[in-house]
């Protein structure tokens, strides 16, 4: 039976899509040390996903995909977000619940600490998951408090659609309406630590950005995302020089509309009218840069 008509298949299974932040502003910090942030958030095709196979042993995770094996074993440990997010919701679960141990395998197709939230994907697609598998019964409310402990993405990763993003990741509202377009993904391969590129800016803030209630097409979200910005493009490119190499090969490519880096970087995004109009950049970019990370496609 093909995997994507069987129901029990899909119910063990959850994509856990990359995480784009269209612009970013970094609007102040908080005594704590976190920033707050005013961000348009968007899901690309792009992603990891992970699989549950219940079973009598304890609960334990794999690593596959192309990025899995990269990493080394303690990274499939007790830390791993999704074993943590596991821990959480068990914790959290109803006493009706049904929880199981088990194999968790996660397919890495992202790369990691990269700005595209795999980490934070990866926790939310493991609440959702297990709380569909363990018939956990855990309150929605408590399902986004345990994904805000979990990390600053990880609310806005629970429902994998756009979303506009205020406080530390935890205030979410409805985005405005997206037109339709197409995103190429670009990672040079060097992973970047959040916390080494917010200790990098400047201290300034940005304002809180005016949003219209929609756009109806990609040039004219692109008119308005071009008075915007990412706070922390010029610090992670400090901290990671070929994200500007990456952004110049971007903006080169026919029809590209904008490029700009997402979250703490390095992976860079750029906006085509299309995803044809992606794809073929992307399959330009990744010719041209055998060594790059490159996805070209639509947003979900
Ligand atoms: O919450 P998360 O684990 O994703 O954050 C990693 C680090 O990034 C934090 O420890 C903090 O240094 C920085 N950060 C921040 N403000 C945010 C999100 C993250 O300063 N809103």
């Not at 935890?170 to 339709?180: T, V, W």
Request: include cysteine; glycine fraction near 10%.
């Amino acid at each position: 039976m093909s995997a994507t008509l069987d129901p029990s298949t899909r119910l063990l299974t959850e994509a856990a899509h990359a995480k784009i932040n269209l612009y970013l502003h970094v609007t102040g910090k908080r005594a704590d040390g976190y920033h707050l942030l005013d961000s348009l958030v968007v899901f690309a095709g792009a992603g990891d996903r992970l699989r549950y196979e219940p079973g009598p042993e304890p609960l334990h995770l794999e690593l596959a995909g192309r990025f899995g094996a990269t990493l080394g074993a303690d990274a499939a440990g007790p830390d791993n977000l999704v074993m943590k997010a596991a821990a959480a919701l068990r914790a959290a679960s109803a006493p009706t619940a049904h929880i199981q141990g088990g194999r968790l395998v996660l397919e890495k197709e992202l790369p990691v600490a990269s700005g595209i939230g795999g980490g934070s994907a990866d926790a939310a697609a493991a609440l959702r998951l297990l709380s569909r598998a363990w018939q956990a019964n855990v309150p929605e409310e408590t399902l986004l408090q345990i994904a805000e402990k979990l990390g600053a993405d990880v609310p806005v990763c629970m429902a994998s659609q756009a979303a506009r993003m205020e406080g530390i990741g935890e205030h979410l509202s409805a985005a405005p309406m997206l037109p339709a377009c197409g995103m190429v993904l670009v990672n040079c391969g060097q992973a970047v630590s959040t916390p080494d590129v917010f200790r990098k800016r400047d201290g300034a803030f940005r304002e809180r950005a005016v949003l219209p209630a929609g756009w109806s097409d990609a040039q004219s979200m692109v008119a308005d995302l071009v008075k915007l910005d990412n706070s922390l493009e010029v610090p992670a490119c400090m901290v990671c020089p070929p994200v500007r190499t990456v952004l110049t090969s971007l903006a080169d490519q026919p029809e590209c509309l904008l490029a700009r880096m997402s979250g703490s970087g390095a992976t860079c995004f750029a906006l085509f009218p299309s995803s044809l109009a992606a794809q073929n950049a992307a399959g330009a970019l990744a010719a041209a840069q055998p060594s790059w990370w490159v996805w070209g496609g639509g947003l979900v």
